[in-house]
Structures are given as structure tokens and as C-alpha cells.
């Protein structure tokens, strides 16, 4: 066995938002070896979707210090002795953020040693395949939630000479939970709400009435809408309607609640889960509880319910109204990472194979080769890493932003003064203007 199986491991995760923060830490935790001691250091990038503590909370992974930094100075601390840094560093960020910090990374590390990194994708990728893994490219492993997902990430770095050797298949990490044994009393519904599909105020409005008339016309069943956050706070994707404030004012029947919580706690009492396209669905099929991908709103890629044709799921209201329950296909639910067979359980056996034979590297490991250069892209590159402060080398312009301190009192109103401006612009401002564009 190899050495790196069994000492203490160092494992940092930079995300930039709550749904990356989870799946970046139970992503971490499973990639580590059971005999080993592992220290578990978070990092959140700061900025629009920087995670509150309730989102923290929810999410239900305790790491072992965990502090907001700026792009500058997660850096900083990635530079420091060379005789003291992480084993594994996993960069759960959006493409763009993962592109500026691998070159921010192998500015500060050049050719000495350094971790292994780790990247790959939150939950089911149906938009912008290539930019995000192009993007991706130059972490050791990028990870591929299921065997659909690897025969396409390889497909794309072969098809333009890049390595796709760093493509490892595991499963989505938060996957998990007793397996369905039938029905809860009361039977109970639940909608798992999205934060911007669909993205506008009539599909929306649509969603929330079907599910009200649910609720109406099934007085027996508890019908639940399963909401991603609370009014003011970010996640991954802006959320410019939320269902909150679409609800008001309605006149709900007893058996509609709105709740919040971890989506497994959620699923622990689901007789059936609905959505449009969420990452829920593949949670809920793991368990084999039944699972409902909506085509009221049509099947499109836009709605990203696309990606479950051939699943056995697509229904409508209608339909659900009238009792029906879907049956996914067996061999679509395998080729997609959900492990309800019982295989979950080795589904990271390679990826930690692989990060134990890279830790055990003789001479460490190599400097990160980014598929982008300002060679290969130099005019797509260097705005990538302008907007996260670094130049086209990959080092901190000056005035970049850094959080050499704590924030001063000023700073922290100023802060939450310009979060709440944001908010209110995306919640607020902005439908009021699509709308007159409509007009």
C-alpha cells in the first residue's frame, strides 16, 4: 500500500459558492483514503455567492478551519513553505475561476513542490461542455461524476490535442441515504426548486400554481416545495423570482409548505420528488425513490431537462396528477453515475489510486500545464485572469484585491452595502426592466 494511503493528509478546497462548497468538501473527504488522518482546510472565495452560515450549516461538512479570502490571498497562502503545503488542493469553482487559478498556482509554485489538484463539476453539465472543461484543463484530475460524463470530457481534450489523461470517472459526491421501501403516511410530493430554471417570472408562476393544484386536488398527500435559499441570501445561480415571493399572497391549502434543509433529510420522507432538470433527481434515483423531470415547460436545453431523455422520467402535471409514477431506465441511471445498484461504494477506489500514486511521484510532481496559455488562446486568456486581478503570468497585478486582515467596521458595512445593492439589483431592478423590455 502506498505510503501516502496511511499518513496524514492535507487536503484544501477553494469554492465560490454553497453548492460548491459541498460538493468540493464531500468531495475531498472521499477521495482521501478511511486509514488516513486528514486535516480539512476551506476556502471561500469571496464575492457575489460567498456562502452565508446557515448555507454553510446546511450543507452538514465540518472542515477543520474555514475562512473567506480574496483570489490574491488564497494564493499567498498557497506560496508559502514549500516544506509545509497540502497534499491534495480540490478547486471547486466555476470554469473561469479554476482557468486563473491554476495559472495563478503555477506562478506561485513554478517547479517545486505542490499538491495534487483536484477539479470537476458540480452535478449534471448540459451547457458550455467545452469552454468549462477547456477551462478546467491543466488540474491533475478532473473529475467525471459518471461514465457518460468521462466518454465526453475525453472526447472534447482528444478532439483539440489536449491530454485527457487527467479525466477521472468517480460518481457525485453527496449521493447517499437509506433506499426507498415504500409509502410514507402521509404520501408526500416534493418540488425541488431551482434558482434559475426556468429563468422567468410566467414559467415560474406556472411551476407554483401546478404544484398548489396538486396540493388541492390530493388533500391526503403532504405536498412540499424544497427551496435552495433564503430571501437575500446567493447560491451557485442567481435566483431573480424566487418562489418565496411568488407564494405570497396566495391562498396555500394546509397540506403545501414551503421548506428548507439538507435535500437528504428532505428525501428521507419522499414518496415523490418533481423538478425541472435539478441535480435532486439524481439524489432521489440513487435512493430509487420515484423521480419525476417535468416537460410542461417542453424538453429543452435551456430548461436542462435534455439530459434526461432516455431516463424513463419525463412527465407532466398532468400526468402526476392523475397518479402516475415513472420507472427510470436501469442501464440510462447506470451510464449516469447513480449507483442504486450498490457500486457507490467503490465509485472513488480509481481517484484515490490515482492521488496516491501522484503523492508517491519520485522527484513530485510536475508544474500545472494549462491546455490555455497566452499562446494558445491569447485573446480569451488574459481577460479570464484579468477579472480575478492577475496578469497574463499569472501573478497578482498591483492593487489586486487581498485580505491581509480582518475587514475594519467601515469595510464590513461597505461590504454588505454593496451585496445588498447587488441583490437588490438582480431581484429588484432587473425583472422590472426585462419586463418593460417586453412591453
Known sequence: MPASATKSLRVAVLADSDT????????????????????????????????????????????????????????????????????????????????????????????????????????????????????????????????????????????????????????????????????????????????????????????????????????????????????????????????????????????????????????????????????AALEALHRRIPTAVLTDLGVREVLGNHHFTGSGCLASWDQLDAGHRPVPDEEWVARQGVAADGTYATAFDSARERIARLLDRPGGLPPLTPYYTPETAPGYLPGILARHHLGPDGVPLPGAPAADKAPGPVRQIVRRAARGAYRHGVQRVAPVIRRMGEL
Request: aromatic share 6%.
Open 20 to 279: 460548491r462548497w459541498k460538493w468540493g468538501a464531500l468531495t475531498a473527504q472521499r477521495l482521501t483514503p478511511a486509514a488516513a488522518e486528514v486535516r480539512l482546510d476551506g476556502y471561500l472565495l469571496r464575492g457575489r455567492a460567498t456562502p452565508t452560515a446557515r448555507q454553510l450549516k446546511e450543507v452538514g461538512v465540518q472542515a477543520d478551519s474555514l475562512r473567506e479570502v480574496t483570489g490574491a490571498e488564497f494564493l499567498r497562502a498557497m506560496s508559502e513553505d514549500p516544506d509545509d503545503r497540502y497534499d491534495v488542493l480540490v478547486l471547486a469553482l466555476v470554469g473561469g475561476g479554476v482557468q486563473a487559478m491554476l495559472h495563478g498556482l503555477r506562478a506561485a509554485w513554478g517547479s517545486g513542490k505542490r499538491p495534487v489538484v483536484v477539479t470537476g463539476y458540480v452535478g449534471v453539465v448540459y451547457e458550455k461542455l467545452t469552454d468549462g472543461l477547456l477551462l478546467r484543463h491543466g488540474a491533475d484530475l478532473v473529475l467525471a461524476n459518471s461514465r457518460h460524463d468521462a466518454d465526453r470530457f475525453r472526447a472534447v481534450y482528444e478532439g483539440v490535442g489536449a491530454d485527457a489523461s487527467s479525466v477521472t470517472e468517480v460518481a457525485l459526491p453527496f449521493l447517499g441515504g437509506a433506499p426507498y421501501t415504500g409509502e410514507h403516511t402521509p404520501y408526500t410530493v416534493v418540488f425541488a426548486a431551482q434558482p434559475s430554471v426556468p429563468d422567468n417570472r410566467r414559467d415560474r408562476t406556472y411551476l407554483l400554481n401546478r404544484l398548489i393544484e396538486h396540493a388541492r386536488k390530493h388533500p391526503e398527500r403532504e405536498v412540499l416545495l424544497k427551496l435552495r435559499s433564503k430571501p437575500g441570501e446567493h447560491t451557485t445561480h442567481i435566483e431573480e423570482l424566487p418562489y418565496q415571493k411568488l407564494a405570497q399572497g396566495q391562498d396555500l391549502p394546509a397540506n403545501f409548505r414551503l421548506v428548507y434543509g439538507h435535500m437528504g433529510e428532505v428525501l428521507d420522507r419522499t414518496d415523490l420528488l418533481v423538478t425541472v432538470s435539478s441535480t
